[in-house]
């Protein structure tokens, strides 16, 4: 029903900048959140930046002022610009979208992930 996909990962210096992108598609409806969250190899998912259906931003601890995310609802996108990466930065960079439901949960959709490293 929703697809995700992810794209703009790879390798860069510490201090350079990466942009990923996250493009949803399908029966997303027009309530839904969309997120980014990263993963290390043995840690746990943590979240990076969330936009809200009516554009309220927040951002995890990780993002420390170096992550800027925006979002477009005409093309069902979410971005994270993301500079001054440091090599803790390295991960897998998740794309998340939660839908409400009617009666009163949600429903998760998450993508494949693009790898983001940071070399030092």
């Known amino acids: 029903q929703v697809q995700i996909v992810e794209s703009g990962g790879g390798l860069v210096q510490s201090g350079g900048s990466l942009r990923l992108s996250c493009a949803a598609s399908?029966?997303?409806?027009?309530?839904?959140?969309m997120s980014w969250y990263r993963q290390a190899p043995g840690n746990q998912r943590d979240l990076v930046a969330t936009?809200?259906?009516?554009?309220?931003?927040s951002y995890g601890d990780s993002a420390k002022g170096r992550f800027t995310a925006s979002r477009d609802n005409v093309k069902k996108s979410m971005s994270l610009q993301m500079n001054n990466l440091k090599p803790e930065d390295t991960a897998l960079y998740y794309c998340?979208?939660?839908?409400?439901?009617?009666?009163?949960?949600?429903?998760?959709?998450w993508g494949q992930g693009t790898q983001v490293t940071v070399s030092s």
């Open positions: 936009i809200g259906s009516g554009g309220a931003t």
């Open positions: 399908g029966n997303t409806g027009s309530a839904y959140a």
């Open positions: 998340n979208v939660v839908i409400p439901t009617t009666e009163g949960g949600t429903i998760s959709y």
